[in-house]
C-alpha cells in the first residue's frame, strides 16, 4: 500500500515538474514572439512613399487619326529613412496614363535589383515615349477640354517589389503607388515642366 502512495507522489511531483517545464517554455517563447512581431512593427518600412520630384512633358496631344501622341520625362526618388534598416529593390516598374487610358510602361528596363543603404536616396528617371493607336472620344474630348483650360492631368503608377531584414525576419512585400502630375498644355518646342513636387500615395 505504502509502496503505490510512493509511486502516486512520485508521478504527481513528474507531472508537476513537466507543466512547470511547459509553462516556462511557453512563457519564454510567448515574449520573444511578440518582441520580435514589436521590433518588425517599428522598423519595417511602412511609412515609404517614392516622391517625383519634377517632370517634364513634350508632347501629349492628338493626331489627326484619332491616335494619342506622348512624350514624358520624370524624375523618381525612393527614400529610406530608416537609420539602420536596409532595403533592397526586386522589381520596380513604371507605367503613365492619361485619364485611364495606358500610355505605356517606361521606355526601357528601370535598373533592379538594386541596394539601399539606411537614410539614402534613390533617383530613377523613366521616360514615356510613343503613341496609342486609338483612343475613346471621351477621352479624346477630356483632353481637348484640359487643352483649352490650361492644365492638363497626367498620372504616373509605380510598382515596387521590395526586401528587407527585421532581425530575424525577412519580408518581401509588393506596394504600388500613384502619383498624380498636372501641366500647362506643351507648345511646339517649348515643354510643360512640373517642378512642384509630389508624393505618391498607395493605390487602392
Given at each position: ?70 512624350d514624358l520625362a520624370v524624375d523618381m526618388s525612393f ?69 483649352a483650360a490650361g492644365t492638363v492631368h497626367v498620372r ?49
Amino acid at each position: 500500500m505504502s509502496e503505490t502512495r510512493e509511486s502516486m507522489k512520485a508521478c504527481c511531483e513528474c507531472g508537476k515538474a513537466c507543466f512547470q517545464v511547459a509553462w516556462h517554455c511557453t512563457q519564454f517563447w510567448t515574449t520573444l514572439s511578440i518582441s520580435a512581431i514589436v521590433v518588425w512593427l517599428v522598423y519595417r518600412p511602412y511609412h515609404f512613399h517614392p516622391n517625383v520630384d519634377s517632370a517634364v512633358l513634350n508632347t501629349l496631344n492628338l493626331t489627326a487619326t484619332g491616335g494619342l501622341r506622348y512624350d514624358l520625362a520624370v524624375d523618381m526618388s525612393f527614400r529610406n529613412s530608416h537609420r539602420g534598416l536596409k532595403i533592397q529593390y526586386l522589381d520596380v516598374g513604371a507605367t503613365a496614363f492619361y485619364n485611364g487610358t495606358k500610355l505605356g510602361p517606361a521606355n526601357g528596363a528601370l535598373p533592379a535589383p538594386f541596394r539601399q543603404g539606411p537614410k539614402n536616396t534613390t533617383v530613377l528617371h523613366p521616360k514615356f515615349q510613343g503613341m496609342v493607336a486609338a483612343v475613346d472620344s471621351c477621352v479624346a474630348a477630356e483632353l481637348e477640354r484640359e487643352l483649352a483650360a490650361g492644365t492638363v492631368h497626367v498620372r504616373v503608377s509605380a510598382s515596387l517589389t521590395i526586401k528587407y531584414k527585421v532581425g530575424l525576419i525577412k519580408q518581401i512585400s509588393f506596394y504600388k503607388y500613384d502619383c498624380w502630375l498636372w501641366f500647362p498644355p506643351p507648345q511646339v518646342n517649348a515643354p510643360a515642366i512640373f517642378d512642384a513636387g509630389t508624393r505618391c500615395w498607395l493605390a487602392k
